[in-house]
Structure formats: structure tokens, C-alpha cells
Antibody
Framework: QVQLEESGGGVVQPGRSLRLSCAASGFTFNTYGMHWVRQAPGKGLEWVAVISYDGSNKYYADSVKGRFTISRDNSKNTLYLQMNSLRAEDTAVYYC????????????????WGQGTLVTVSS | DIQMTQSPSTLSASVGDRVTITCRASQSISSWLAWYQQKPGKAPKLLIYKASSLESGVPSRFSGSGSGTEFTLTISSLQPDDSATYYCQQYNSYWTFGQGTKVEIK
């Protein structure tokens, strides 16, 4: 079955960097777009970034544009989120999620989601 | 940006009740809407896509309807396992979620 497993979360000081990973299995990774979504403690869901199946297209939420970079290594079935210049408001559980439809990375819902990794930005 | 507004924010109902959650979009999104269920400490789980298509394996007591700017998620007979927070999501233009509706069992 499809599995997504995030890692790399932790406590980091404001202004520092962190890289999250999402290991995928159970599907042909290089044929699906992938997303990052975050959820601040006690809050709702916020879409963060998307990358197309081949890595040629990337889009970001305004709140992270210029600070976060989404990437993927299709040879390793792994999705990444490089987070720079972190702020207190970036504190959240970060989920990776798979685009639901083959090759259609835009205009898709998410299914499934990983279990999430917690990022805490604090001095 | 397309804004999504859910109502109510919280609802409390009894087992067996029919429950309806509303989601409104700030502009037309056709039928490009999904619903997710999230339980505490867990990842969201897909229930409905394209406004009314039931995801495989999801109980048939869940249904979705609507198009354009107004959508509903209905639970026809509330069960104890349905206690969760429910989110709508538009995917017509990028991706935006509603603020969530917490469903509690009386």
C-alpha cells in the first residue's frame, strides 16, 4: 500500500534552516506530483508547496515563497522541503501528501498523507 | 486567492443524527472540492473528491453535494467513530482549506 513517512523535524532557532524529507513507497513515485501541507498547533491546514512528478514545476504559498524550497529525488523516492530563515510562525506539523491522480500534479486533491513531522521554531 | 469558509466551527450531535457541514468558496470553483476527516494526532484522511465522489472504503453514510460556491458534507447517521474535525479543500486554483468543523458526539 501507499506509504509516506516524513522525517527531519525538530527544534530550531529563528533564522536557522532545516530540511524535511518524505520517503515514499507503494506507488510509482516519479509519476505523481507531491505536496507539503502544514498545521500549526491547534490550527487548521495550510498548503505550503507543490512539485510536479518530474520536478520541473514548483509552486509555493506566499507565506513561504523565497524561504522554502521543495525538491524531489525520484531515484530515491524521496521528497524534500528545505526551510531557510525560519520564523516562529513556521512552527507546525508538516505533512507530505501525494497528488491523487497520475501525472496531473495541478488541479488534484491529496491522497494519502504522511503522519507528519513537527517543526518548532523557538529560541 | 480563493477563500474557503466552513460552518459551523463546532457542532455537537447524538449518535444516529443527520449532520450537515457547509463550505462556501469566495468564487466559483465548479466541483473542484474535497472533504477530509482528521482525528487528533493523525493525518487527514480523504472522504470525498470532486464535490460528491465517495472515496473507496469510506462508509456510505458520508455524502457530498454542491457546485459553484456552496457545498455540503452530510453524515446521514452519526456514529461514535465520526468524532473528528472535517476540512473542505478547493483545488480549482492552487489549494485552500476551510478552517475546519469539529464534530462532537453528545
Amino acid at each position: 500500500q501507499v506509504q509516506l513517512e516524513e522525517s527531519g523535524g525538530g527544534v530550531v532557532q529563528p533564522g536557522r534552516s532545516l530540511r524535511l524529507s518524505c520517503a515514499a513507497s507503494g506507488f510509482t513515485f516519479n509519476t505523481y506530483g507531491m505536496h507539503w501541507v502544514r498545521q500549526a498547533p491547534g490550527k487548521g491546514l495550510e498548503w505550503v508547496a507543490v512539485i510536479s512528478y518530474d520536478g520541473s514545476n514548483k509552486y509555493y504559498a506566499d507565506s513561504v515563497k523565497g524561504r522554502f524550497t521543495i525538491s524531489r529525488d525520484n531515484s530515491k523516492n524521496t521528497l524534500y522541503l528545505q526551510m531557510n530563515s525560519l520564523r516562529a510562525e513556521d512552527t507546525a506539523v508538516y505533512y507530505c501528501a501525494k497528488s491523487a491522480r497520475l501525472l496531473e500534479w495541478f488541479g488534484n486533491w491529496f491522497d494519502p498523507w504522511g503522519q507528519g513531522t513537527l517543526v518548532t521554531v523557538s529560541s | 486567492d480563493i477563500q474557503m469558509t466552513q460552518s459551523p466551527s463546532t457542532l455537537s450531535a447524538s449518535v444516529g443524527d443527520r449532520v450537515t457541514i457547509t463550505c462556501r468558496a469566495s468564487q466559483s470553483i465548479s466541483s473542484w472540492l474535497a472533504w477530509y476527516q482528521q482525528k487528533p494526532g493523525k493525518a487527514p484522511k480523504l472522504l470525498i473528491y470532486k464535490a460528491s465522489s465517495l472515496e473507496s472504503g469510506v462508509p456510505s453514510r458520508f455524502s457530498g453535494s454542491g457546485s459553484g460556491t456552496e457545498f455540503t458534507l452530510t453524515i446521514s447517521s452519526l456514529q461514535p467513530d465520526d468524532s473528528a474535525t472535517y476540512y473542505c479543500q478547493q483545488y480549482n486554483s492552487y489549494w485552500t482549506f476551510g478552517q475546519g468543523t469539529k464534530v462532537e458526539i453528545k
